[in-house]
DNA sequence: GTTTAATTTAAACGCATGTTTAAATCAGAG
DNA sequence: CTCTGATTTAAACATGCGTTTAAATTAAAC
């Protein structure tokens, strides 16, 4: 094949499909190479490794979206005290926005952060939290804020809680999505199931917390 | 190695706990060998496969847990229309029983449970649902009927919200139990952790559907 | 004690993986 | 055109995987 500039972003574009679908430890670099019709060790050439591969897939969106994330969020501290329910919907347009950079961006991106929590070896953790912890910590602190009677231990649990109920969520959208159609004649996009997803997640982490 | 009539349960009980810990692709018939000290071959000569042997570890959970939990639920709809509470909570006695089949049993069974739910490819699902489908069906609907303002297909979406909770904050119990030991001086078990998630997972089920 | 079936063992098989190598090809500068 | 550095290419490498094989060993029946 002849040399061509865009080897690097045919590998990106391939390898995010690829990852989001079957995750990372299940997909090959020889079915990257293959789908983006590039050479195998090119891989290797413009990358160095898998893992590096795969940082650089999470990296093009977190890019995008933990700034927009940020801004949002600053934006609606100023005008008032956001509700959970708020802060919660404030990711929906950075997130949205991802459609735009590439078609099914929002799902790709989501579905990459699941498979990326759960598949986790540890180097894709510490990747995240070093280069976006701060925007991460903003946003911790607008949700205890924003629900005073929930004591800090509680809030860390249910935090939790809701990061496992995304991630799991997002990792198995396209079944999930697929089951809903058939079983319920129901047809969500992936902003469907986001807006699902926040008034459960904000009922949640704001129940009192019962003594019994 | 002599003769030993346990190698079956040798295996088992090394794969459930490598299982747990990693999940099923990434653990090698080598690793789950080796730790139960027992040669390479006498996995395919007592289970045929890897695949049989993943379903055999958790059928050996899921036959004590599923009957256990039928019987709570039978139980509970006899004296009363129970809560959503009252449903999430009758799983707490099966499984809490299932430590004292296994040491650390109720958290290698979430742990598991959740593997299954992620890496299943196909034949997990397939196999859980047509053995224990009869025992699921009764939970989803006594959970629908304590819920009645719930339309079906939003069920739908709310319980597979809480399996991610459950699967996601069980599979990485040790790591939140730790830091939430370091960071707030509570010392929780895997008992205190499910009563903690309870109320999140009942509260978010039940929370009105807002047309917005 | 001999025979028979079940089990364990060491070795190999076939395949897929990520990575490396060295030659071939390309694009741009002089 | 010629040279140079970047890129692409085909091939091989080393490793790990699930599985199979055939011989060795064990336990039980007679």
New interface residues.
Partial sequence: MANRSDTKTRILDAAEKLFAERGF??TSLRLITSKAEVNLASVNYHFGSKKELIRAVLARYLDRFMPAASDELVQLKASSEPSLNEIFSSLVKPLLELNKFKAEGTRTFLQLLGRG??ESQGHLRWFITTHYGTHLNEFVKAVAESAPHIP???M???L??????????M??ADA?TE??AA??N?HNDIEA?IR??I?????????P??SQ
Avoid: M, Q
Avoid at 160 to 169: D, I, Q, R
Avoid at 199 to 207: D, E, F, R, T
């Fill in positions: 430890s299940e929590y759960i800090p231990a509680e860390f649990w249910r939790h809680f809701t990061l496992g109920t995304v991630v799991f969520t990792a198995s999930l089951i809903a079983d319920f129901e199931v699902k997803v008034p459960y997640l904000a009922a949640g982490v704001a129940v917390v019962t």
